[in-house]
Protein backbone atom coordinates (compact mmCIF):
# COMPACT_ATOMS: atom_id res chain seq x y z
CA UNK A 1 0.00 0.00 0.00
CA UNK A 2 2.51 2.69 0.99
CA UNK A 3 4.72 1.26 -2.47
CA UNK A 4 1.52 3.61 -4.55
CA UNK A 5 3.12 6.38 -4.98
CA UNK A 6 6.59 4.76 -5.62
CA UNK A 7 4.80 4.16 -9.02
CA UNK A 8 4.64 8.20 -10.19
CA UNK A 9 7.83 9.52 -8.19
CA UNK A 10 10.38 6.72 -9.53
CA UNK A 11 10.08 7.96 -13.14
CA UNK A 12 9.55 11.43 -12.44
CA UNK A 13 12.51 11.45 -10.52
CA UNK A 14 14.34 9.42 -12.87
CA UNK A 15 13.54 12.22 -15.98
CA UNK A 16 14.86 14.76 -13.36
CA UNK A 17 18.28 13.14 -12.52
CA UNK A 18 18.93 12.14 -16.28
CA UNK A 19 18.19 15.40 -17.43
CA UNK A 20 20.59 16.49 -14.53
CA UNK A 21 23.46 14.49 -14.67
CA UNK A 22 22.78 12.61 -18.23
CA UNK A 23 24.65 14.63 -20.49
CA UNK A 24 26.94 13.03 -22.78
CA UNK A 25 26.79 9.63 -20.22
CA UNK A 26 24.59 7.58 -22.50
CA UNK A 27 25.65 4.19 -20.80
CA UNK A 28 24.81 5.61 -17.40
CA UNK A 29 21.75 6.56 -19.02
CA UNK A 30 20.73 3.12 -20.29
CA UNK A 31 21.67 1.38 -17.54
CA UNK A 32 19.79 3.46 -15.09
CA UNK A 33 16.79 3.60 -17.09
CA UNK A 34 16.86 0.02 -17.63
CA UNK A 35 16.73 -0.65 -13.85
CA UNK A 36 13.96 1.83 -13.26
CA UNK A 37 11.39 0.29 -15.58
CA UNK A 38 12.13 -3.41 -14.92
CA UNK A 39 11.76 -2.23 -11.03
CA UNK A 40 8.42 -0.58 -11.98
CA UNK A 41 7.44 -3.60 -13.75
CA UNK A 42 8.63 -5.83 -10.86
CA UNK A 43 6.46 -3.33 -8.57
CA UNK A 44 3.57 -4.00 -10.80
CA UNK A 45 3.60 -7.85 -10.85
CA UNK A 46 4.16 -7.60 -7.19
CA UNK A 47 0.86 -5.49 -7.00
CA UNK A 48 -1.19 -8.44 -9.61
CA UNK A 49 0.41 -10.76 -7.25
CA UNK A 50 -0.54 -9.72 -3.28
CA UNK A 51 -4.25 -8.26 -4.37
CA UNK A 52 -5.62 -10.56 -6.58
CA UNK A 53 -7.91 -11.80 -3.64
CA UNK A 54 -8.78 -8.95 -2.12
CA UNK A 55 -11.74 -7.47 -3.65
CA UNK A 56 -11.76 -4.07 -2.57
CA UNK A 57 -9.32 -1.38 -3.61
CA UNK A 58 -6.06 -0.30 -2.46
CA UNK A 59 -6.26 3.55 -1.68
CA UNK A 60 -3.23 5.73 -0.21
CA UNK A 61 -3.84 9.53 0.56
CA UNK A 62 -1.21 11.83 -0.30
CA UNK A 63 -0.09 13.52 2.61
CA UNK A 64 -2.38 12.21 4.83
CA UNK A 65 -5.12 14.56 4.19
CA UNK A 66 -8.33 12.45 3.54
CA UNK A 67 -11.40 12.05 1.26
CA UNK A 68 -13.62 15.21 0.55
CA UNK A 69 -10.01 17.49 0.45
CA UNK A 70 -7.13 15.74 -0.80
CA UNK A 71 -5.45 13.35 -3.31
CA UNK A 72 -6.25 9.78 -3.44
CA UNK A 73 -4.59 7.25 -5.35
CA UNK A 74 -7.00 4.52 -6.28
CA UNK A 75 -5.15 0.78 -7.01
CA UNK A 76 -8.51 -1.26 -8.32
CA UNK A 77 -8.53 -4.18 -10.96
CA UNK A 78 -8.90 -1.72 -13.75
CA UNK A 79 -5.63 -0.30 -12.44
CA UNK A 80 -3.33 -2.82 -11.52
CA UNK A 81 -4.40 -4.37 -15.03
CA UNK A 82 -3.28 -1.52 -17.28
CA UNK A 83 -0.49 -0.70 -14.53
CA UNK A 84 1.37 -3.51 -15.70
CA UNK A 85 0.73 -3.39 -19.27
CA UNK A 86 1.93 -0.07 -19.29
CA UNK A 87 4.93 -0.79 -17.22
CA UNK A 88 5.81 -4.37 -19.14
CA UNK A 89 5.80 -2.22 -22.59
CA UNK A 90 7.73 0.40 -21.29
CA UNK A 91 10.21 -1.91 -20.31
CA UNK A 92 10.72 -3.89 -23.37
CA UNK A 93 11.04 -0.75 -25.34
CA UNK A 94 13.67 0.79 -23.05
CA UNK A 95 15.48 -2.50 -23.51
CA UNK A 96 14.88 -2.07 -27.28
CA UNK A 97 16.04 1.71 -27.11
CA UNK A 98 19.33 0.61 -25.91
CA UNK A 99 20.39 -0.18 -29.20
CA UNK A 100 18.08 1.76 -31.37
CA UNK A 101 18.44 5.49 -30.21
CA UNK A 102 22.23 5.45 -30.92
CA UNK A 103 20.44 6.13 -34.06
CA UNK A 104 19.64 10.04 -32.81
CA UNK A 105 22.05 12.32 -30.48
CA UNK A 106 21.14 13.57 -26.96
CA UNK A 107 20.26 10.25 -25.61
CA UNK A 108 19.71 11.79 -22.55
CA UNK A 109 17.20 13.94 -23.64
CA UNK A 110 15.38 11.12 -24.86
CA UNK A 111 15.03 9.13 -21.43
CA UNK A 112 14.31 12.11 -19.44
CA UNK A 113 11.07 12.54 -21.64
CA UNK A 114 10.20 8.92 -21.92
CA UNK A 115 10.32 8.98 -18.58
CA UNK A 116 8.37 12.14 -17.81
CA UNK A 117 6.17 10.11 -20.01
CA UNK A 118 5.83 6.71 -18.16
CA UNK A 119 5.35 8.75 -15.43
CA UNK A 120 2.59 10.58 -16.04
CA UNK A 121 0.85 7.55 -17.91
CA UNK A 122 1.24 5.75 -14.16
CA UNK A 123 -0.49 8.75 -12.76
CA UNK A 124 -3.26 8.66 -15.06
CA UNK A 125 -4.08 5.18 -14.11
CA UNK A 126 -3.24 5.28 -10.44
CA UNK A 127 -5.01 8.67 -9.42
CA UNK A 128 -8.72 8.66 -8.01
CA UNK A 129 -9.06 12.50 -8.20
CA UNK A 130 -10.32 14.19 -11.71
CA UNK A 131 -8.18 17.30 -11.25
CA UNK A 132 -5.07 15.30 -10.86
CA UNK A 133 -5.63 12.86 -13.74
CA UNK A 134 -5.85 15.82 -16.04
CA UNK A 135 -2.39 16.87 -14.44
CA UNK A 136 -0.85 13.80 -15.22
CA UNK A 137 -2.40 13.54 -18.85
CA UNK A 138 -0.93 16.72 -19.45
CA UNK A 139 2.30 15.48 -18.42
CA UNK A 140 2.42 12.23 -20.64
CA UNK A 141 1.15 14.28 -23.53
CA UNK A 142 3.52 17.46 -23.59
CA UNK A 143 5.92 14.71 -23.36
CA UNK A 144 4.52 12.78 -26.06
CA UNK A 145 4.47 16.06 -28.44
CA UNK A 146 8.60 16.55 -27.78
CA UNK A 147 8.99 12.92 -28.43
CA UNK A 148 7.34 13.58 -31.60
CA UNK A 149 9.28 16.04 -32.77
CA UNK A 150 12.55 14.40 -31.78
CA UNK A 151 14.42 13.82 -34.82
CA UNK A 152 13.77 17.54 -35.66
CA UNK A 153 13.24 16.92 -39.73
CA UNK A 154 10.95 18.35 -41.52
CA UNK A 155 8.20 15.66 -41.49
CA UNK A 156 8.82 15.12 -37.60
CA UNK A 157 8.27 18.97 -37.14
CA UNK A 158 5.35 19.40 -39.15
CA UNK A 159 3.91 15.74 -37.37
CA UNK A 160 4.66 17.33 -34.10
CA UNK A 161 2.76 20.53 -34.80
CA UNK A 162 -0.70 18.97 -35.98
CA UNK A 163 -0.63 16.87 -32.81
CA UNK A 164 -0.09 19.60 -30.52
CA UNK A 165 -2.66 21.66 -31.83
CA UNK A 166 -5.37 19.07 -32.50
CA UNK A 167 -4.31 17.18 -28.88
CA UNK A 168 -4.10 21.17 -26.71
CA UNK A 169 -7.82 21.38 -27.66
CA UNK A 170 -8.44 17.97 -26.47
CA UNK A 171 -7.27 19.01 -23.79
CA UNK A 172 -8.81 22.54 -23.36
CA UNK A 173 -12.07 20.16 -23.83
CA UNK A 174 -11.14 17.83 -20.71
CA UNK A 175 -10.43 20.87 -18.55
CA UNK A 176 -13.24 22.84 -19.46
CA UNK A 177 -15.34 19.59 -18.15
CA UNK A 178 -13.94 18.79 -15.08
CA UNK A 179 -14.76 22.78 -14.58
CA UNK A 180 -18.81 22.05 -15.22
CA UNK A 181 -18.17 19.12 -13.13
CA UNK A 182 -16.58 21.13 -10.38
CA UNK A 183 -19.45 23.58 -10.32
CA UNK A 184 -21.77 21.28 -10.70
CA UNK A 185 -21.06 18.68 -7.75
CA UNK A 186 -18.82 20.67 -5.79
CA UNK A 187 -15.93 17.77 -5.26
CA UNK A 188 -12.89 16.72 -7.53
CA UNK A 189 -12.64 12.98 -6.21
CA UNK A 190 -13.99 10.64 -8.59
CA UNK A 191 -15.92 8.60 -5.87
CA UNK A 192 -17.13 11.54 -4.13
CA UNK A 193 -18.52 13.07 -7.70
CA UNK A 194 -19.88 9.46 -8.89
CA UNK A 195 -21.64 9.22 -5.12
CA UNK A 196 -22.83 12.99 -6.07
CA UNK A 197 -24.32 12.14 -9.91
CA UNK A 198 -26.09 9.11 -8.31
CA UNK A 199 -28.47 10.99 -6.13
CA UNK A 200 -28.75 13.92 -8.61
CA UNK A 201 -28.92 11.40 -11.96
CA UNK A 202 -28.23 12.28 -15.11
CA UNK A 203 -29.25 15.91 -16.48
CA UNK A 204 -28.13 18.38 -19.19
CA UNK A 205 -25.20 19.60 -17.68
CA UNK A 206 -23.77 16.02 -17.71
CA UNK A 207 -25.20 15.24 -20.93
CA UNK A 208 -22.85 18.08 -21.91
CA UNK A 209 -19.93 17.52 -19.55
CA UNK A 210 -19.97 13.62 -21.58
CA UNK A 211 -19.77 15.25 -24.70
CA UNK A 212 -16.63 16.92 -23.29
CA UNK A 213 -14.84 14.39 -21.82
CA UNK A 214 -15.59 11.85 -25.81
CA UNK A 215 -14.20 14.60 -28.01
CA UNK A 216 -11.09 15.03 -25.07
CA UNK A 217 -10.56 11.75 -24.21
CA UNK A 218 -11.45 10.57 -28.19
CA UNK A 219 -8.57 12.20 -29.58
CA UNK A 220 -6.11 11.24 -27.46
CA UNK A 221 -7.53 7.34 -28.09
CA UNK A 222 -7.74 8.15 -31.93
CA UNK A 223 -11.22 6.95 -32.63
CA UNK A 224 -12.02 7.82 -35.97
CA UNK A 225 -13.40 11.13 -36.17
CA UNK A 226 -10.71 12.80 -34.04
CA UNK A 227 -7.96 9.75 -35.17
CA UNK A 228 -6.38 12.81 -37.78
CA UNK A 229 -3.21 13.34 -35.83
CA UNK A 230 -2.12 9.41 -35.09
CA UNK A 231 -1.05 8.55 -38.98
CA UNK A 232 0.94 11.15 -39.11
CA UNK A 233 2.53 11.36 -35.45
CA UNK A 234 3.32 7.76 -35.34
CA UNK A 235 5.47 7.29 -38.40
CA UNK A 236 7.75 10.58 -37.59
CA UNK A 237 8.33 9.51 -34.18
CA UNK A 238 11.39 6.94 -33.41
CA UNK A 239 10.36 3.64 -33.50
CA UNK A 240 10.35 2.97 -29.82
CA UNK A 241 8.29 6.05 -29.23
CA UNK A 242 5.82 4.49 -31.84
CA UNK A 243 5.86 1.52 -29.96
CA UNK A 244 4.89 3.33 -27.19
CA UNK A 245 2.35 5.67 -28.59
CA UNK A 246 0.39 2.78 -30.03
CA UNK A 247 0.91 0.06 -27.45
CA UNK A 248 -0.16 2.38 -24.09
CA UNK A 249 -0.52 5.81 -24.70
CA UNK A 250 -3.66 5.28 -26.53
CA UNK A 251 -4.48 3.18 -24.39
CA UNK A 252 -3.96 4.99 -20.97
CA UNK A 253 -4.40 7.82 -22.11
CA UNK A 254 -7.63 7.87 -23.51
CA UNK A 255 -9.60 4.12 -23.44
CA UNK A 256 -8.47 3.80 -20.08
CA UNK A 257 -10.01 7.23 -18.41
CA UNK A 258 -12.61 6.71 -20.91
CA UNK A 259 -13.82 3.35 -19.08
CA UNK A 260 -13.19 4.76 -15.87
CA UNK A 261 -15.20 7.80 -16.00
CA UNK A 262 -18.03 6.38 -18.38
CA UNK A 263 -17.96 2.87 -16.33
CA UNK A 264 -17.29 4.19 -13.12
CA UNK A 265 -18.07 8.23 -12.68
CA UNK A 266 -21.27 8.92 -14.47
CA UNK A 267 -22.15 5.11 -14.76
CA UNK A 268 -23.33 3.48 -18.44
CA UNK A 269 -26.93 4.38 -19.84
CA UNK A 270 -28.19 3.15 -23.33
CA UNK A 271 -26.96 6.30 -25.16
CA UNK A 272 -23.23 6.04 -24.38
CA UNK A 273 -22.97 2.73 -25.33
CA UNK A 274 -24.92 3.64 -28.70
CA UNK A 275 -22.34 5.74 -29.28
CA UNK A 276 -19.51 3.86 -28.37
CA UNK A 277 -20.61 1.16 -31.02
CA UNK A 278 -21.08 3.20 -33.40
CA UNK A 279 -17.77 4.90 -33.20
CA UNK A 280 -16.26 1.33 -32.43
CA UNK A 281 -17.41 -0.09 -35.71
CA UNK A 282 -16.77 3.55 -38.05
CA UNK A 283 -13.14 2.89 -36.54
CA UNK A 284 -13.62 -0.66 -37.42
CA UNK A 285 -13.89 0.11 -41.14
CA UNK A 286 -12.33 3.24 -41.89
CA UNK A 287 -9.35 2.75 -39.86
CA UNK A 288 -8.83 -0.68 -41.96
CA UNK A 289 -9.59 0.59 -45.03
CA UNK A 290 -6.72 3.64 -45.21
CA UNK A 291 -4.57 0.88 -43.93
CA UNK A 292 -4.73 -0.82 -47.32
CA UNK A 293 -3.62 1.89 -49.52
CA UNK A 294 -0.20 2.73 -47.43
CA UNK A 295 2.64 2.40 -48.73
CA UNK A 296 5.04 3.51 -45.39
CA UNK A 297 4.95 0.60 -42.99
CA UNK A 298 4.51 2.67 -39.80
CA UNK A 299 1.69 4.99 -41.56
CA UNK A 300 0.09 1.56 -42.23
CA UNK A 301 0.35 0.62 -38.91
CA UNK A 302 -1.30 3.60 -37.47
CA UNK A 303 -3.70 2.83 -39.16
CA UNK A 304 -4.16 -0.22 -38.34
CA UNK A 305 -3.81 1.23 -34.26
CA UNK A 306 -7.31 3.56 -35.46
CA UNK A 307 -8.96 -0.04 -36.70
CA UNK A 308 -7.62 -2.06 -33.24
CA UNK A 309 -8.77 0.35 -31.05
CA UNK A 310 -12.38 0.33 -32.67
CA UNK A 311 -12.61 -3.08 -31.57
CA UNK A 312 -12.37 -2.28 -27.73
CA UNK A 313 -14.40 0.56 -28.04
CA UNK A 314 -17.09 -1.61 -29.74
CA UNK A 315 -16.77 -4.23 -26.75
CA UNK A 316 -16.92 -2.17 -24.02
CA UNK A 317 -19.28 -0.09 -25.72
CA UNK A 318 -21.41 -3.65 -25.78
CA UNK A 319 -21.27 -3.72 -21.65
CA UNK A 320 -21.78 -7.35 -21.31
CA UNK A 321 -18.97 -9.33 -18.83
CA UNK A 322 -18.14 -11.25 -22.15
CA UNK A 323 -18.13 -8.16 -24.45
CA UNK A 324 -15.31 -6.08 -21.61
CA UNK A 325 -13.31 -9.65 -20.90
CA UNK A 326 -13.27 -9.75 -24.36
CA UNK A 327 -12.24 -5.48 -25.10
CA UNK A 328 -9.64 -5.94 -22.34
CA UNK A 329 -8.11 -8.99 -23.51
CA UNK A 330 -7.74 -7.29 -26.72
CA UNK A 331 -6.42 -4.44 -25.40
CA UNK A 332 -3.26 -6.67 -23.80
CA UNK A 333 -3.09 -8.46 -26.68
CA UNK A 334 -2.91 -5.13 -29.10
CA UNK A 335 -0.48 -3.36 -26.96
CA UNK A 336 1.69 -6.18 -26.97
CA UNK A 337 1.40 -7.43 -30.96
CA UNK A 338 1.36 -3.57 -31.99
CA UNK A 339 4.02 -2.35 -29.69
CA UNK A 340 6.16 -5.43 -31.48
CA UNK A 341 5.04 -4.80 -34.85
CA UNK A 342 6.48 -1.08 -34.30
CA UNK A 343 10.11 -2.28 -32.69
CA UNK A 344 9.60 -4.76 -36.17
CA UNK A 345 9.84 -1.44 -38.05
CA UNK A 346 12.06 0.12 -36.10
CA UNK A 347 14.54 -3.11 -37.06
CA UNK A 348 14.18 -2.95 -40.75
CA UNK A 349 14.71 1.08 -40.44
CA UNK A 350 17.70 0.25 -38.72
CA UNK A 351 18.81 -2.14 -41.02
CA UNK A 352 17.95 -1.13 -44.18
CA UNK A 353 17.37 2.78 -43.87
CA UNK A 354 13.46 2.90 -45.60
CA UNK A 355 10.43 2.39 -44.15
CA UNK A 356 9.29 2.22 -47.77
CA UNK A 357 6.99 -1.14 -48.62
CA UNK A 358 8.20 -0.91 -52.11
CA UNK A 359 11.60 -0.43 -51.99
CA UNK A 360 11.76 -3.81 -49.42
CA UNK A 361 11.62 -7.38 -49.86
CA UNK A 362 12.98 -10.96 -49.68
CA UNK A 363 14.15 -9.83 -45.84
CA UNK A 364 13.26 -12.99 -44.23
CA UNK A 365 16.32 -14.53 -44.87
CA UNK A 366 18.91 -11.35 -44.27
CA UNK A 367 16.55 -10.74 -40.83
CA UNK A 368 15.43 -14.12 -39.24
CA UNK A 369 15.08 -12.75 -35.67
CA UNK A 370 12.95 -9.68 -37.00
CA UNK A 371 10.89 -11.76 -39.69
CA UNK A 372 10.10 -14.70 -37.43
CA UNK A 373 9.04 -12.26 -34.52
CA UNK A 374 6.78 -10.08 -36.95
CA UNK A 375 4.93 -13.12 -38.31
CA UNK A 376 4.07 -13.94 -34.54
CA UNK A 377 2.65 -10.73 -34.38
CA UNK A 378 0.96 -10.40 -37.82
CA UNK A 379 -0.46 -14.11 -36.70
CA UNK A 380 -1.97 -12.60 -33.64
CA UNK A 381 -2.90 -9.51 -35.12
CA UNK A 382 -5.02 -10.68 -37.90
CA UNK A 383 -6.80 -13.75 -35.80
CA UNK A 384 -5.18 -16.67 -36.75
CA UNK A 385 -6.49 -19.25 -34.15
CA UNK A 386 -3.96 -20.80 -31.62
CA UNK A 387 -2.82 -16.79 -31.24
CA UNK A 388 -4.06 -14.43 -28.85
CA UNK A 389 -5.55 -12.58 -31.27
CA UNK A 390 -7.89 -15.07 -32.08
CA UNK A 391 -9.32 -15.35 -28.69
CA UNK A 392 -10.07 -12.09 -28.36
CA UNK A 393 -11.97 -11.02 -31.49
CA UNK A 394 -13.39 -13.94 -31.41
CA UNK A 395 -15.44 -12.77 -27.39
CA UNK A 396 -15.80 -9.27 -29.25
CA UNK A 397 -17.80 -10.58 -32.17
CA UNK A 398 -19.68 -13.53 -30.08
CA UNK A 399 -20.40 -10.72 -27.76
CA UNK A 400 -22.07 -8.82 -30.38
CA UNK A 401 -23.94 -11.64 -31.91
CA UNK A 402 -24.69 -12.69 -28.45
CA UNK A 403 -26.58 -9.41 -27.14
CA UNK A 404 -28.62 -8.99 -30.35
CA UNK A 405 -26.21 -6.93 -32.25
CA UNK A 406 -25.76 -9.11 -35.12
CA UNK A 407 -24.64 -6.08 -37.63
CA UNK A 408 -22.28 -4.72 -35.44
CA UNK A 409 -21.02 -8.43 -35.31
CA UNK A 410 -20.59 -8.34 -39.04
CA UNK A 411 -18.69 -5.00 -39.41
CA UNK A 412 -16.38 -6.28 -37.00
CA UNK A 413 -15.32 -10.18 -39.20
CA UNK A 414 -15.19 -7.42 -42.23
CA UNK A 415 -12.68 -5.38 -40.23
CA UNK A 416 -11.04 -8.79 -39.04
CA UNK A 417 -10.79 -9.67 -42.91
CA UNK A 418 -9.50 -6.02 -43.66
CA UNK A 419 -7.18 -6.50 -41.24
CA UNK A 420 -5.49 -9.96 -42.88
CA UNK A 421 -5.16 -8.25 -45.90
CA UNK A 422 -3.47 -5.20 -44.90
CA UNK A 423 -1.26 -7.53 -43.15
CA UNK A 424 -0.75 -9.85 -45.90
CA UNK A 425 0.60 -6.83 -47.87
CA UNK A 426 2.73 -6.24 -45.13
CA UNK A 427 4.71 -9.40 -44.88
CA UNK A 428 4.76 -9.66 -48.72
CA UNK A 429 6.29 -6.66 -49.39
CA UNK A 430 8.79 -6.96 -46.55
CA UNK A 431 9.78 -9.96 -45.65
CA UNK A 432 9.03 -12.30 -48.40
CA UNK A 433 9.52 -12.00 -52.86
CA UNK A 434 12.92 -11.03 -53.96
CA UNK A 435 15.78 -9.17 -51.94
CA UNK A 436 16.64 -5.76 -53.77
CA UNK A 437 20.20 -5.31 -55.04
CA UNK A 438 21.21 -2.33 -52.49
CA UNK A 439 19.91 -4.31 -49.53
CA UNK A 440 22.56 -7.25 -50.17
CA UNK A 441 24.94 -6.26 -47.08
CA UNK A 442 22.31 -5.52 -44.80
CA UNK A 443 22.64 -7.14 -40.95
CA UNK A 444 20.23 -8.75 -38.28
CA UNK A 445 19.58 -5.44 -35.39
CA UNK A 446 21.84 -6.09 -32.22
CA UNK A 447 22.00 -8.48 -29.36
CA UNK A 448 18.60 -5.66 -27.06
CA UNK A 449 16.50 -5.19 -30.02
CA UNK A 450 16.45 -8.41 -30.81
CA UNK A 451 15.85 -10.18 -27.12
CA UNK A 452 12.75 -7.41 -26.70
CA UNK A 453 11.50 -8.11 -29.77
CA UNK A 454 11.41 -12.11 -28.84
CA UNK A 455 9.89 -11.47 -25.53
CA UNK A 456 7.04 -9.86 -26.96
CA UNK A 457 6.79 -12.06 -29.59
CA UNK A 458 6.02 -14.80 -27.08
CA UNK A 459 3.46 -12.98 -25.48
CA UNK A 460 1.97 -12.98 -28.64
CA UNK A 461 2.03 -16.33 -29.02
CA UNK A 462 0.76 -17.35 -25.61
CA UNK A 463 -1.51 -14.56 -24.36
CA UNK A 464 -4.54 -16.48 -24.67
CA UNK A 465 -3.14 -18.33 -21.45
CA UNK A 466 -4.89 -15.14 -19.55
CA UNK A 467 -8.48 -16.64 -20.40
CA UNK A 468 -7.55 -19.89 -18.37
CA UNK A 469 -9.61 -20.47 -15.09
CA UNK A 470 -7.31 -19.87 -12.20
CA UNK A 471 -4.43 -17.43 -14.60
CA UNK A 472 -7.67 -14.98 -14.93
CA UNK A 473 -8.08 -14.83 -11.10
CA UNK A 474 -4.88 -12.93 -11.12
CA UNK A 475 -5.52 -10.53 -14.14
CA UNK A 476 -7.95 -10.30 -15.89
CA UNK A 477 -11.13 -10.55 -13.82
CA UNK A 478 -10.17 -8.19 -11.05
CA UNK A 479 -10.20 -5.45 -13.92
CA UNK A 480 -13.42 -7.01 -15.68
CA UNK A 481 -15.19 -6.75 -12.12
CA UNK A 482 -13.99 -3.63 -11.44
CA UNK A 483 -16.39 -2.40 -14.95
CA UNK A 484 -18.82 -4.06 -14.37
CA UNK A 485 -19.14 -3.07 -10.77
CA UNK A 486 -19.97 0.48 -12.42
CA UNK A 487 -20.80 2.82 -9.91
CA UNK A 488 -20.19 0.87 -6.37
CA UNK A 489 -16.68 2.22 -7.31
CA UNK A 490 -17.06 4.82 -5.26
CA UNK A 491 -18.51 3.09 -2.51
CA UNK A 492 -15.74 0.61 -2.82
CA UNK A 493 -13.37 4.06 -2.46
CA UNK A 494 -14.91 4.94 0.57
CA UNK A 495 -15.21 1.71 2.39
CA UNK A 496 -11.43 1.34 1.74
CA UNK A 497 -10.61 4.65 2.83
CA UNK A 498 -12.59 4.56 6.19
CA UNK A 499 -11.08 0.69 6.88
CA UNK A 500 -7.86 2.18 7.98
CA UNK B 1 -24.91 35.82 -16.05
CA UNK B 2 -23.64 37.67 -18.40
CA UNK B 3 -19.75 37.81 -17.84
CA UNK B 4 -20.27 33.31 -18.67
CA UNK B 5 -22.03 34.77 -21.99
CA UNK B 6 -18.45 37.10 -22.46
CA UNK B 7 -16.39 33.91 -21.47
CA UNK B 8 -17.93 31.56 -23.84
CA UNK B 9 -17.38 34.56 -26.46
CA UNK B 10 -13.29 34.86 -25.42
CA UNK B 11 -13.22 31.03 -25.89
CA UNK B 12 -14.88 31.24 -29.41
CA UNK B 13 -12.68 33.91 -30.46
CA UNK B 14 -9.69 31.45 -29.70
CA UNK B 15 -11.12 28.83 -31.81
CA UNK B 16 -11.68 30.82 -34.53
CA UNK B 17 -7.86 32.04 -34.49
CA UNK B 18 -7.01 28.11 -34.12
CA UNK B 19 -9.08 26.45 -36.88
CA UNK B 20 -9.38 29.70 -39.55
CA UNK B 21 -6.09 31.30 -39.64
CA UNK B 22 -3.11 30.24 -41.91
CA UNK B 23 -0.28 31.71 -39.37
CA UNK B 24 1.25 28.98 -36.90
CA UNK B 25 2.05 32.35 -34.43
CA UNK B 26 -1.67 33.23 -34.87
CA UNK B 27 -2.79 29.64 -34.03
CA UNK B 28 -0.89 29.62 -30.86
CA UNK B 29 -1.99 33.07 -30.52
CA UNK B 30 -5.83 31.57 -30.41
CA UNK B 31 -4.73 28.47 -28.25
CA UNK B 32 -3.62 30.86 -25.38
CA UNK B 33 -6.80 32.78 -25.10
CA UNK B 34 -8.90 29.51 -25.09
CA UNK B 35 -7.09 28.97 -22.48
CA UNK B 36 -6.86 32.27 -20.89
CA UNK B 37 -11.17 31.63 -21.46
CA UNK B 38 -11.22 28.40 -19.60
CA UNK B 39 -9.05 29.90 -16.45
CA UNK B 40 -11.41 33.21 -16.44
CA UNK B 41 -14.48 30.68 -16.16
CA UNK B 42 -12.77 28.39 -13.50
CA UNK B 43 -12.22 31.85 -11.27
CA UNK B 44 -15.39 32.67 -12.40
CA UNK B 45 -17.66 30.34 -10.78
CA UNK B 46 -15.47 30.19 -7.54
CA UNK B 47 -16.17 34.33 -7.06
CA UNK B 48 -18.62 35.51 -5.25
CA UNK B 49 -19.38 39.30 -4.61
CA UNK B 50 -18.11 40.47 -1.83
CA UNK B 51 -16.57 37.57 -0.68
CA UNK B 52 -13.62 37.73 1.67
CA UNK B 53 -9.99 36.08 0.89
CA UNK B 54 -10.09 32.34 1.92
CA UNK B 55 -7.71 33.07 4.82
CA UNK B 56 -7.79 31.22 7.95
CA UNK B 57 -7.12 32.74 11.40
CA UNK B 58 -8.48 31.03 14.49
CA UNK B 59 -9.86 34.28 15.84
CA UNK B 60 -11.96 34.86 13.20
CA UNK B 61 -15.04 33.02 11.89
CA UNK B 62 -15.10 32.97 7.88
CA UNK B 63 -18.49 33.72 6.45
CA UNK B 64 -18.29 34.45 2.71
CA UNK B 65 -15.62 33.34 1.75
CA UNK B 66 -14.69 32.49 -2.09
CA UNK B 67 -13.88 28.99 -2.97
CA UNK B 68 -10.44 29.09 -2.90
CA UNK B 69 -10.12 25.22 -5.12
CA UNK B 70 -10.74 26.92 -8.57
CA UNK B 71 -8.06 29.61 -7.96
CA UNK B 72 -5.59 26.25 -7.42
CA UNK B 73 -7.16 24.78 -10.34
CA UNK B 74 -6.34 27.94 -12.29
CA UNK B 75 -3.15 28.10 -11.16
CA UNK B 76 -2.23 24.66 -12.52
CA UNK B 77 -3.21 25.20 -15.68
CA UNK B 78 -1.97 28.21 -16.08
CA UNK B 79 1.63 26.67 -15.74
CA UNK B 80 0.34 23.74 -17.79
CA UNK B 81 -0.42 25.96 -20.55
CA UNK B 82 2.50 27.72 -20.38
CA UNK B 83 4.82 24.66 -21.08
CA UNK B 84 2.18 23.88 -23.97
CA UNK B 85 2.54 27.36 -25.31
CA UNK B 86 6.98 27.05 -24.61
CA UNK B 87 6.91 23.51 -26.51
CA UNK B 88 4.60 25.61 -29.86
CA UNK B 89 6.82 27.91 -29.95
CA UNK B 90 9.72 25.98 -30.33
CA UNK B 91 8.30 23.79 -32.49
CA UNK B 92 7.39 27.01 -34.63
CA UNK B 93 11.22 28.54 -34.62
CA UNK B 94 12.23 25.30 -36.02
CA UNK B 95 9.58 24.82 -38.69
CA UNK B 96 10.48 28.61 -39.28
CA UNK B 97 14.12 27.09 -39.96
CA UNK B 98 13.13 24.62 -42.28
CA UNK B 99 10.35 25.56 -44.58
CA UNK B 100 11.40 29.70 -44.21
CA UNK B 101 7.76 30.12 -42.86
CA UNK B 102 5.16 30.02 -40.89
CA UNK B 103 1.81 29.34 -43.63
CA UNK B 104 0.30 26.49 -42.75
CA UNK B 105 -0.91 25.66 -46.27
CA UNK B 106 2.94 25.40 -47.46
CA UNK B 107 3.95 23.46 -44.52
CA UNK B 108 2.75 20.01 -46.02
CA UNK B 109 4.75 17.54 -46.61
CA UNK B 110 2.30 15.05 -44.63
CA UNK B 111 -0.28 13.77 -46.95
CA UNK B 112 -2.58 9.91 -46.93
Redesign the interface.
Known amino acids: MQFIPLLVILPLGAAFFISLAGKNKNKLCDIFSVIITFFLFALSLFFVFTTHNYTGALVYKVGGWGMPGGITLVLDGLSIFMLTIVNFIAFMVNIFSVNYMNRFSAKDKFYALFMLMVGGMNGVVITGDI?NLF?FY?IAS?AS??LV?FG????E??????Y??IG??G??CI??A??FL??YTST?NMANIASAIAQNGINSVIAFVSVLFIAGFGIKSAIVPFHAWL??AHP?APAPISAMLSGIFIKSLGIYTLCRIFYNVFGMNSGISQLFMFLGALSIIVGGLLAL??NDIK?LLGYSSVSQVGYIILGLGIGSPLAITGALLHLFNHSAFKSLLFLNSGAIEYATGTRDLEKLGGLRTKMPTTSATSLAASMSISGIPPFAGFFSKLLIIAACIKSGYVGYGILAIVGAILTISYILKFQKYTFFGQLKEINKNIREVPIFMKSSMIALSIICIFGAVLMMPKIADYFLKPAQESLTRGMKYSDLVTQALYEK | MSTYFLCLILFCVGLYAILRKRNIIKMIIGIVICEYAINLFLILFGYKMNGRSPLYSPDQQILDMVDPLPQAMAMTAIVISLATTALLVGIAIRIYEKYGTFDITKINKLKG
Not at chain 1, 152 to 155: L, S
Not at chain 1, 157 to 162: G, I, P, Q, Y
Open positions: FVEIYAATEKELEASLKTIVVSLLLIAYALPDAGQR
